[in-house]
C-alpha cells in the first residue's frame, strides 16, 4: 500500500478501511503485513487531520450496525435449537478471524473486574430476583402438601440442583450468592414453622415419655429420632444465629427432663447417695451422647447441656431434702474421683483398643499431694516451719521400713519370693522418682543399700539369702522340666526341708502396696509365680544381683560343684565302680532285644540293687541343677546386656545397615544417617561440652560397651571349663589302668572295659530307663528331673567320652536291637516295649543336652583328642577268597575271643 498523500479525501481513506473489512468479516484470510499496513495508513491519517476522526468512527459504526442487521433478518426464520447453533458458529468465526486481531493489539491489564460488574449489574441480579420468586412460591406450595420434615429433606435437593445449574451455565462467582438467596428463602422465611417442627421433636411423647424410659431400662435412643433432630440443626446451622433458638429450647428441655429424672427416684434411696450419684452419672452419659449425634458435637450445644445439669443438680429434691447435712458438691466431687480412679485398674489391651477406637479413657488428674507437696513452709502459732524438711525426714524413713519389709518377706519365703521382691522394689522406686520431683529425696540406691546392708560388702542381704536358698533348697528339692523350662519342687524330697525365719509381726498395708484391696490384687498375680522356678525369676535375680551379685553367686556355687564332685559324687562313682562287672560287652544282633536284655539285667544285677542308688541320683541331681542355673543365669544375663547394647547403640553412633536398592550407593546412604544422629552421639558431645573428666569416663563407658559387642563373653563356658578343671585335676576321672591313651595297646581292645565314666553312665541310664513296675509308682522324672541327665551328659562331654557312650552304651544298643527285630517279649517283669520307648526318649534328650554343651563348647577342637591309627588294606579279589578263610568265618583281632 502506498505512503499517505496529503492531499487525500475521506472518501478514499474509507474505500481502503472498508476493504480490509469486509476481508475481516468474510472471514477471509489476510496476510499479517498487509493488515500492519492498513493499520500504518489510516494512523497516519487520523493523525495528520483530526477534524476527519469522528465522520471517519461514524462511518464505520453504521457499517457495522448495517452488517449486524442483516445477519439477524438472515436467521429470522430459525427456532430453539437451530438460531443458537447459529450464534454459536457466527461467534467461534468472530473469534478466528475478526477479534484474533483486534487481540494483537490489545491491552494487558486487567478488565474482568469491569465485565463481573456488568455481568452482575444487568444479569446476575435479575436472576437471583426470579430465583428467589420460584422458590418462595415453590416453598409455599410444597409446605400446603407436605409436613417441615419432608420439606427439610427437600431443600438440599433444591440447592443441588439450582448449584449445578450455574456451574454449568454462569460465572463460578454467582454460587456464593446464590446459595445466600437459598438461605434467605427456603430457610428464614420458613424459621416459624421449622422451629414449630423443633418443639414437637423435642417436647415429643418419644423424648418426655419414651427416653426417660429408655434411659432407666438402658436402651438406645430412638435413631429416627436423632436423624430428624440432626437434619433440623444442620438446616437451621445454614443461616447466621439460626441455631439460637433451638439451643434455648435444648437447655430448658435438659433442665426439665433432669428435675423429672431426679424426681423419679424413689425416697428410700434419697439417702442412698451412690444411687443419686448413679442416676446423674447416667443422666449426663445418655445426654452427652445424644447431644454428640443430634447436634454434630457442637460445643454450642455442649455448653448450654452443661449449664443446665449445673441448674438442676443443684437444685432439685434431693438436694432440698439432705442438702442441709451433707456438702453436696464435695460429695459428688469426692465419687466422680473414685469412678474415674477405678480405670486405672482397667486391663491396658482394653484401653489400647479403647484408644484405637476412638474411646476416651479418663483418668483422675495427679493433684492430690500436688499443693502439699508444693508447700515450702507454713506458719504454725506464729512460727516459720520448713515443711519440705519434714516431709523429706519421715518420708525417708517410711522408704526404710518398706524396702525393710520387703526384704524381710524375702527372707522369709524360697527362691520364688524374688519376683514380690522385684515388684515390691518397683513400687518404691516409682513412688520415690515420683516424689523426687517436689523433695529433695536420698538417692533410691542409697536407701537400699543402706537397707540391704550392702554399703560397704558386696554380699548384701539379697545376695546371701538367693545363695542361701539356691545351695538349701533349690539344688536338693527341685526337678527340671526342658519342656516348660522351669524347675518345679519334687513331690519326694531326698532331705529335710528348709527351715526359715517367718515374720511375726503384723505388716502394715501401706508398707507393701498401699492398701488391703491392692495387697490382694497384687497377690493374687504374684502367687502365679510361686509353684515354680523359670525364666522370669532368673530374670529377675539378674537385676537384682548385677554384676557383682552374680559373680559372688558363681563363685559359691562352684564351691558347692567342687566340693559334690570331690567328694560325694567322687565316693559314688569309686563304689560303682565296684559294683561293675570287669568286662560288658555289646552282644551281637543274632541273639535278639529280650535276650539282650537279660544279659544286661545279669549283668548290671549288682549295680541296679546297690542300696545308696537313690542318694547317688540324688547328688547328681544337684550337680545337674547347679549346672543348668549357670545355663539360665547366662541367658538372662545375655538378654539383658542385648537390651542394653540396643538402646545404647543409638548413642553411640551404631547404625544399622541400611537397605540400598539397585543404583543406590550404600556408602552414601550410611553418611547420610552418621549425619542425621550426629546429634545423638554421646561421646562427641560430653567432649565437646563437658569436663575433661567427664570426657574420659565416657570413653571408658563407650569402649567396655562397644569390647562387649564384640567380644560376646560367655560366663557358662567358664563356668564348663572351671568343672572340667576339677574333673581332669582328679585321677579318678581320666586314670585308667587299661586305657589305650596310657598304653600301646589298640584302643578297639578296650571297648569292653567298664572303669570309663560313660561306662559307669550307661549303667545308670539302663537302670532309670527301666519302667516302673506299679502305676502309681513315680519315675525318675518326677523324682528327679532332668538335672540327672545334665550331670551325667555334662561330665561325659567335658571328659570328651561323648562319641564313646554314643557308641558304646548298653540301652542305644538294646534299642537298636529291638528297632529291627520288633520284639514286644517281657522279660523278668519289665515290657521291651516300655522299656525301648523310654530308652528312645532319653537318647533325644541326652542329644539335646549334648547340642546344647557343644554350642559353649565349641572352641575345642579334634586336636585335643587323640588321634585313631587305621589302617587301609587292599580289598580282596575273588581268587583271593576263594583260597582264604570261610567267608562267614569272624575275623578277630588279636586279644579277642569268639564270645560275644
Not at 545308670?764 to 522324672?781: A, G, K, S, W
Not at 543336652?849 to 575345642?860: E, P
Request: charged share 25%; hydrophobic share 35%; net charge negative.
Amino acid at each position: 500500500m502506498p505512503k499517505l498523500d496529503l492531499c487525500i479525501t475521506l472518501d478514499e481513506v474509507w474505500e481502503k478501511l472498508l476493504h480490509g473489512i469486509e476481508h475481516l468479516l468474510q472471514f477471509q484470510t489476510i496476510r499479517h503485513s498487509k493488515w500492519m499496513l492498513l493499520y500504518t495508513y489510516i494512523f497516519d491519517y487520523c493523525t495528520h487531520d483530526v477534524s476527519h476522526n469522528a465522520e471517519l468512527y461514524e462511518r464505520l459504526k453504521d457499517y457495522l450496525r448495517n452488517y449486524l442487521n442483516n445477519l439477524c433478518q438472515s436467521n429470522a426464520n430459525l427456532l430453539d435449537q437451530e438460531i443458537l447453533e447459529f450464534y454459536m458458529n457466527q461467534w467461534k468465526k468472530y473469534c478466528i478471524s475478526f477479534i484474533s486481531y483486534i487481540n494483537r493489539h490489545a491491552p494487558t491489564s486487567d478488565n474482568s473486574s469491569q465485565i463481573l460488574d456488568v455481568y452482575r449489574e444487568y444479569f446476575e441480579n435479575q436472576f437471583f430476583q426470579d430465583t428467589q420468586e420460584f422458590y418462595r412460591l415453590e416453598a409455599t406450595t410444597y409446605l400446603q402438601h407436605h409436613s417441615i420434615m419432608d420439606y427439610l429433606l427437600k431443600i438440599p435437593e433444591y440447592f443441588d440442583e439450582e448449584v449445578h445449574r450455574v456451574t454449568a451455565y454462569l460465572h463460578p462467582s454467582s454460587i456464593k450468592n446464590l446459595e445466600k438467596k437459598l438461605d434467605e428463602v427456603l430457610i428464614h422465611d420458613q424459621l416459624t414453622a421449622i422451629y414449630e417442627e423443633a418443639k414437637k421433636l423435642i417436647h415429643d411423647e418419644r423424648i418426655q415419655g419414651t427416653m426417660i424410659v429408655l434411659f432407666f431400662e438402658r436402651k438406645i435412643i430412638n435413631s429416627r429420632l436423632l436423624l430428624e433432630l440432626n437434619l433440623l440443626y444442620q438446616t437451621v446451622n445454614r443461616i447466621e444465629n439460626g441455631k439460637n433458638e433451638l439451643i434455648n429450647m435444648m437447655e430448658n428441655h435438659i433442665y426439665q427432663i433432669g428435675i423429672e429424672t431426679i424426681g423419679c427416684i424413689n425416697p428410700i434411696s434419697t439417702h442412698d447417695l451412690r444411687i443419686y450419684i448413679q442416676t446423674i452419672y447416667d443422666f449426663h452419659q445418655k445426654y452427652y451422647t445424644f447431644i454428640e449425634k443430634a447436634f454434630d458435637s457442637n460445643q454450642a450445644f455442649f455448653d448450654v447441656f452443661n449449664r443446665a445439669c449445673r441448674k438442676f443438680i443443684n437444685n432439685n429434691a434431693v438436694i432440698q431434702t439432705i442438702g442441709t447435712t451433707i456438702n453436696m458438691a464435695q460429695h459428688l466431687a469426692r465419687n466422680c474421683d473414685q469412678l474415674l480412679r477405678k480405670n486405672m485398674l482397667l486391663d491396658k489391651r482394653y484401653r489400647s483398643e479403647c484408644h484405637m477406637n476412638g474411646i476416651k479413657v479418663v483418668f483422675p488428674s495427679a493433684n492430690r499431694y500436688d499443693s502439699l507437696l508444693k508447700q515450702r513452709h507454713i506458719q504454725l502459732l506464729g512460727r516459720s516451719i520448713d515443711l519440705t524438711f519434714l516431709l523429706t525426714q519421715r518420708l525417708t524413713l517410711s522408704f526404710k521400713k518398706s524396702l525393710e519389709t520387703a526384704i524381710q518377706r524375702f527372707e522369709s519365703v524360697n527362691i520364688t519370693g524374688v519376683m514380690e521382691l522385684q515388684c515390691l522394689l518397683e513400687v518404691n522406686r516409682l513412688t520415690h522418682e515420683l516424689l523426687s520431683s517436689y523433695l529433695t529425696l536420698d538417692s533410691f540406691e542409697s536407701i537400699i543399700s543402706e537397707v540391704n546392708h550392702s554399703v560397704s560388702s558386696a554380699l548384701g542381704r539379697i545376695t546371701l539369702h538367693i545363695f542361701w536358698e539356691l545351695t538349701y533348697d533349690f539344688l536338693p528339692h527341685y526337678c527340671y522340666n526342658g519342656s516348660t523350662n522351669r524347675f518345679v519342687k519334687t513331690q519326694q524330697p531326698h532331705v529335710n526341708e528348709t527351715r526359715r525365719e517367718k515374720m511375726t509381726r503384723e505388716i502394715p498395708d501401706v508398707q507393701l502396696y498401699g492398701t488391703r484391696e491392692l495387697n490382694q490384687a497384687y497377690d493374687i498375680v504374684i502367687n502365679l509365680y510361686r509353684g515354680f522356678v523359670g525364666v522370669q525369676h532368673f530374670r529377675t535375680m539378674t537385676r537384682l544381683l548385677g554384676y557383682q551379685g552374680i559373680a559372688v553367686v558363681i563363685q559359691e556355687m562352684l564351691k558347692v560343684v567342687k566340693n559334690l564332685l570331690d567328694k560325694t559324687i567322687r565316693e559314688f562313682v569309686e563304689k560303682l565302680r565296684t559294683c561293675m562287672p570287669k568286662q560288658c560287652k555289646l552282644p551281637r544282633s543274632d541273639y535278639g532285644s529280650p535276650a539282650i536284655l537279660q544279659y544286661y539285667l545279669h549283668q548290671l544285677h549288682e549295680i541296679i540293687h546297690y542300696p545308696a542308688l537313690q542318694d547317688v541320683f540324688h547328688c547328681f541331681r544337684e550337680l545337674g541343677n547347679a549346672i543348668l542355673f549357670f545355663l539360665m543365669i547366662e541367658q538372662s544375663l545375655s538378654q539383658e546386656e542385648i537390651k542394653d547394647l540396643l538402646q545404647a547403640a543409638p548413642f553411640q553412633n551404631l547404625i544399622p545397615r541400611p537397605y540400598a536398592k539397585e543404583g543406590e550407593s550404600l556408602e552414601v546412604k550410611i553418611r547420610r544417617l552418621e549425619a542425621k544422629y550426629a546429634a545423638m552421639s554421646l561421646v562427641n558431645i560430653i567432649k565437646k561440652l563437658g569436663t575433661e573428666k567427664q570426657g574420659k569416663l565416657v570413653e571408658e563407658a563407650d569402649l567396655l560397651t562397644r569390647e562387649r559387642l564384640c567380644i560376646g563373653l560367655t560366663t557358662f563356658e567358664v563356668m564348663l571349663d572351671r568343672i572340667r578343671s576339677f574333673l581332669l585335676d582328679d585321677p579318678i576321672w581320666t586314670n585308667n589302668p587299661s586305657s589305650a591313651i596310657s598304653s600301646n595297646i589298640s584302643p578297639l581292645s578296650n571297648i569292653d572295659d567298664t572303669y570309663d565314666f560313660h561306662r559307669i553312665w550307661s549303667a545308670l541310664q539302663f537302670i532309670y530307663c527301666l519302667p516302673t513296675r506299679h502305676e502309681n509308682d513315680m519315675n525318675v522324672e518326677q523324682l528327679y528331673g532332668e538335672g540327672l541327665n545334665f550331670a551325667g551328659c555334662t561330665i561325659i562331654r567335658l571328659l570328651n567320652e561323648h562319641r564313646k557312650f554314643e557308641t558304646y552304651d548298653f540301652t542305644y544298643h538294646l534299642f537298636k536291637i529291638n528297632r529291627s527285630d520288633q520284639k514286644e517279649d517281657e522279660v523278668k517283669n519289665v515290657s521291651l516295649p516300655t522299656f525301648t520307648e523310654r530308652i528312645r526318649k532319653f537318647q533325644i534328650l541326652n542329644q539335646q543336652i549334648f547340642a546344647c554343651l557343644n554350642k559353649y563348647l565349641c572352641h575345642t577342637t579334634t586336636d585335643e583328642i587323640p588321634v585313631e591309627q587305621v589302617k587301609c588294606l587292599t580289598p580282596m579279589t575273588l581268587q583271593t577268597i576263594q583260597s582264604s578263610i570261610p567267608i562267614y568265618q569272624h575275623n578277630r583281632l588279636p586279644g579277642t575271643t569268639s564270645e560275644c
